[in-house]
Every structure is written in C-alpha cells, then in structure tokens.
C-alpha cells in the first residue's frame, strides 16, 4: 500500500525478495501535466510494470471495502506513503498486522510531511523506522530503525532520496525476521513528540527578517517541492523567484538587501548564499551568481520578503 516514489523501492524490493503480493493498493490516478489528463501514481505504474494487481479505491471505509481487503488473505500489509486512512477493521485483517515504513525517527516528526520539517527544524539526522500501525497518527510501536545524518546544506530532496533505498532495505530485512521468529516491537514515548503537518502554500514564501540559519534551514527543506520564494523585479515588474539551495554567508545589514554579486542575502542575523535558483517559466535551476548576473541585481537591491 503505497503512492509517491518514495514507495516505489520497497515494492520493487519485495518483489524481488519473493514475497507475493497478493495486490497492490494506491491512489487513484490523478490530473496532472499541460494537458491535465489522468496520470497513475509511481507506485501504479511499477505495480503494472511487475504484472501485479492494482486497487484504487477512494475509501477503505465501510463493508465492501473490508471484505475485498480480507479476501487477500495477507499475512502482512506492507505500507509505505499511502495517503488514506485505515479503518481499524483493515488493521486488524493481516494475520501479522499492518506494517509502516516512516520517513523519521519517531516519535519525533509523526504525521505527513516528516522528511521536509526535519531539514526546515535544522535536525542533525532523521531516518526510516518500522512501525505497527494503529488508529493513533503514527503512534504504533517500532521494530527496526535506520539512521543517516542530514549533513549541512543537504536539501529536503536529497533526504528522501537517501531514505528511499535505506527504507526499503529495512523494510525487507524486518520481513525476513517477522518470518523466521517474529518482529520484537517497542512502545513509543510520549517525549519529544512533534508532529509534521502538511506543508502549507503560505510557508514558501522567505522571510528574510528571520536569522539565517532559519532562513536556510526553511530554503532547503522546502526544496524541490514546493521551493521557497521572493520577488524581485527584475525589468517586467515584480516576479517570483524559488531558491532551491541555501548556504551560509558573511555579512549582515537590512534583511532581504543584496551584499555581493555572489548571492549573499542579509537576515535578520546574519547572511545567507543563494546557491541554486529557479525563475518563473523556467525549466532548469542556475547558480545563483549567474541569475544576478543574468537578473542585473547589483549589491544594494532589495528582495521583496
């Protein structure tokens, strides 16, 4: 039971660990693209790909649903980034239970959005963790971790692509126990619970008042989806600008002011570099010395916050 790319390695693991899968649960195929038309999830497409069954419901609530569910007589649900809630009466239906691969070390970083708040929060590490799933968000007990340190300036994207394969690999080695001698799992405490709420339109836009490593921190974890932003005007009015990578920088003045022609930005405290940048209507992304240049932003400008 998965939906983004971020579930796709585990399938793919398990497929090729020999487990059979009795089907494959996903979202449903959304619009997507100029032309909107329906596009399957990545988890879709893979499971279509391996020739196996694919179910899509928009609910797993009610008695139909349960009966369709049971009718897998699974020993286990494997779930990983599904995106619907499961009723206790799924949970229940696995003769092992329901089995979560999450994107942090709970219980810090519960809830949708774990791998993008541990950048945003200047975490020293996150990793993946096996989980057994209950009504509570993310509050099951947990078997097996894997940790990997998030090393300075590592963006929110380059954290879930470390993730991936290490998930996947935990999540086939917990099987492999759970079928020889059973998974040991370890009630979650209660300290240290944050939870990491789905990431809001509002929160892209920088705030160039706030200190830099904050201002750093929020660039990063924001990147590539959805990219933090200002405006600038750079000849046609006021245009947005995402930043896709930020570093540390020297200097300080009027937050959101232009200190060199390298991209250094002054916070609240302190500087920030732009070091990747991507304008409005462009494909690629460009160092952000090259987007001065090419913006003819001199040292002195503002950037709207």
């Not at 959805?226 to 003045?253: N, T």
């Not at 304008?279 to 916050?305: C, H, N, Q, Y």
Request: glycine share 14%; hydrophobic share 45%.
């Amino acid at each position: 039971m998965g939906t983004p790319d971020f579930a796709v390695p585990t399938l793919a693991r398990l497929c090729a660990d020999g487990h059979v899968i009795a089907a494959v649960y996903t979202r449903a195929p959304a619009k997507a693209g100029r032309g909107m038309g329906l596009r399957p999830s990545p988890v879709h497409a893979r499971a279509e790909s391996l020739g196996l069954p694919v179910l899509t419901p928009a609910s797993l609530k009610g008695p139909e649903a349960t009966e369709t569910f049971r009718a897998h007589d699974a020993d286990v649900a494997v779930v990983v980034a599904y995106g619907l809630l499961l009723p206790q009466a799924i949970l229940d239906a696995p003769r092992q239970g329901c089995l979560n691969l999450h994107g942090s070390l709970l219980p810090r970083w519960r809830g949708a959005a774990p791998i993008q708040r541990a950048v945003m929060e200047g975490d020293a590490e996150s990793g993946v963790g096996i989980m057994r799933m209950e009504a509570g968000l993310d509050t099951g007990p947990v078997a097996m971790e894997a940790r990997v340190p998030i090393a300075r300036g590592m963006t929110a994207g380059e954290l879930h692509d470390a993730l991936m394969p290490l998930g996947a690999d935990l999540m086939s080695r917990a099987l492999a126990v759970l079928a020889r001698q059973g998974l040991s799992f370890t009630p979650q405490t209660e300290e240290g619970v944050l939870y990491a709420r789905k990431i809001g339109n509002d929160e892209a836009r920088i705030d160039w008042t706030q200190p830099a490593e904050t201002v750093a921190n929020r660039i990063n974890g924001l990147s590539p989806f959805p990219g933090a932003f200002f405006e600038a005007d750079l000849g046609k009015g006021p245009e947005r600008v995402k930043v896709l990578r930020a570093g540390p920088a020297a200097g300080g003045g009027a937050p959101g002011t232009l200190l060199d022609a390298e991209g250094a930005i002054a916070c609240g405290s302190g500087a920030v570099r732009l070091v990747e940048i991507r304008r409005a209507g462009k494909g690629g992304t460009i160092r952000g010395d090259e987007f001065l240049r090419g913006a003819r932003l001199s040292p002195g400008a503002r950037l709207t916050a």
